[in-house]
Each structure stands twice: as structure tokens, then as C-alpha cells.
T-cell receptor, first 113, second 113 residues
Framework: EAGVAQSPRYKIIEKRQSVAFWCNPISGHATLYWYQQILGQGPKLLIQFQNNGVVDDSQLPKDRFSAERLKGVDSTLKIQPAKLEDSAVYLC???????????FGQGTRLTVV | AQSVTQLGSHVSVSEGALVLLRCNYSSSVPPYLFWYVQYPNQGLQLLLKYTSAATLVKGINGFEAEFKKSETSFHLTKPSAHMSDAAEYFCAVSETSYDKVIFGPGTSLSVIP
């Protein structure tokens, strides 16, 4: 919530369609994360960026998910094609060089029907 | 590998009673530990954090947690529950200030009037 804007807040799509989420953190923060939170579970890390580079994408389903970070600031997460099990809240977070904790946006709630 | 367990997926307390939410972690190095709270349709808000300073950490809204290395625990407490404390609580661990943040499965706290 501290300086992380995410859009859209809600999205409903049909299975096999594609969708994209945007994250706009406070400029200048090196580390950016995308998490997937399925209802009733804790957030699961999908991908971590350090500046423009990917540090950890071991949990990202790369056959359908992709993410990029532009100029070390904004980021997009895309799903193509979506499956029913992708229904979840997608959270973006950042962590500054002087911060020990991660700051989260309000998330995008995706429903795949 | 880092991991977090939270004993009890649902905890109910009476208003004014003690709140105790349990968290145990595993980490190969002295960790950073966090408690986050999530209200419905909101992102994650930091309650408190442990960063190798004092083992008893005080946070917002009257919550505190104690780091016990021998027990690998970081339990969250509040002396007197308030109705507004009803939410989902997540314990999280990170090995460095720039590493990934791993979350536990969460504990849903209900407060009974």
C-alpha cells in the first residue's frame, strides 16, 4: 500500500483468454515482486526482479505466465492462456535498499470462468 | 530452504481476551521475520518485523512478537482483542534484506463480542 499502484483492481475473463496486470511502484526501489494468492492461502512468490533483471522465477509457470520490468520501475504480469486455477489475487510488492520489509499494493483479483 | 508454518488456520477469541497466533520458521541463516495483516479485499500491511535487534518486537495496534531462536518461533500476541482485529494474519521470513519473502499459510482471526 505504501506507494504501489496496481491496476486493474478486478478482472473477470473466460478460460483460454489472455490478461495483463500492471504494477507502478515508487520509482527507484530496486526489488519488485509478484505474488499469487489463492483464496484461503498465503501469497506465493511468482517472480522477483532486481532492477530490470530476474532474480527468481522458479515458481512462475513459464508456459503461460510472463513478466517484465521496464527501466527498473513499472512492471507487467501476463497470463496467456488463462486457466480456471489461475483465479487468485495477484499482488505486487517492492523493497527498497534501505528497507527490510516489502510493501504491497492492494492487488488485482482475477476470476477465470 | 526457508519455510514458515502457522499452527491453526482459524483462531477465535472473545473481545478483550489474549490473542496468540503461532509461527515457526526454518532458515539456514539468521532471518528477517515479519507479521503482516490482511483485511478483506486489501493488500498486506506490515504489523511488525524482527531484524536481529531486540528479540521482543512491538508493532502497530498493540501487537508484539518475540523471536526465540532456540524454538525457531516468532509468535504474535496482543493482550486484549478488539473487534477490529478480525482479519487474516501472515507470518513471513526472508534471509536477507533483498531476498525473496516467504509466507506462511495464514491464520484467520475471529473476535467474538
Amino acid at each position: 500500500e505504501a506507494g504501489v499502484a496496481q491496476s486493474p483492481r478486478y478482472k473477470i475473463i473466460e478460460k483460454r483468454q489472455s490478461v495483463a496486470f500492471w504494477c507502478n511502484p515508487i520509482s527507484g526501489h530496486a526489488t519488485l515482486y509478484w505474488y499469487q494468492q489463492i483464496l484461503g492461502q498465503g501469497p506465493k512468490l511468482l517472480i522477483q526482479f532486481q532492477n530490470n533483471g530476474v532474480v527468481d522465477d522458479s515458481q512462475l509457470p513459464k508456459d503461460r505466465f510472463s513478466a517484465e520490468r521496464l527501466k527498473g520501475v513499472d512492471s507487467t504480469l501476463k497470463i496467456q492462456p488463462a486457466k480456471l486455477e489461475d483465479s487468485a489475487v495477484y499482488l505486487c510488492a517492492w523493497r527498497g535498499q534501505m528497507n527490510t520489509e516489502a510493501f504491497f499494493g492492494q492487488g488485482t483479483r482475477l476470476t477465470v470462468v | 530452504a526457508q519455510s514458515v508454518t502457522q499452527l491453526g488456520s482459524h483462531v477465535s477469541v472473545s473481545e478483550g481476551a489474549l490473542v496468540l497466533l503461532r509461527c515457526n520458521y526454518s532458515s539456514s541463516v539468521p532471518p528477517y521475520l515479519f507479521w503482516y495483516v490482511q483485511y478483506p479485499n486489501q493488500g498486506l500491511q506490515l504489523l511488525l518485523k524482527y531484524t536481529s535487534a531486540a528479540t521482543l518486537v512491538k508493532g502497530i495496534n498493540g501487537f508484539e512478537a518475540e523471536f526465540k531462536k532456540s524454538e525457531t518461533s516468532f509468535h504474535l500476541t496482543k493482550p486484549s482483542a478488539h473487534m477490529s482485529d478480525a482479519a487474516e494474519y501472515f507470518c513471513a521470513v526472508s534471509e536477507t534484506s533483498y531476498d525473496k519473502v516467504i509466507f506462511g499459510p495464514g491464520t484467520s482471526l475471529s473476535v467474538i463480542p
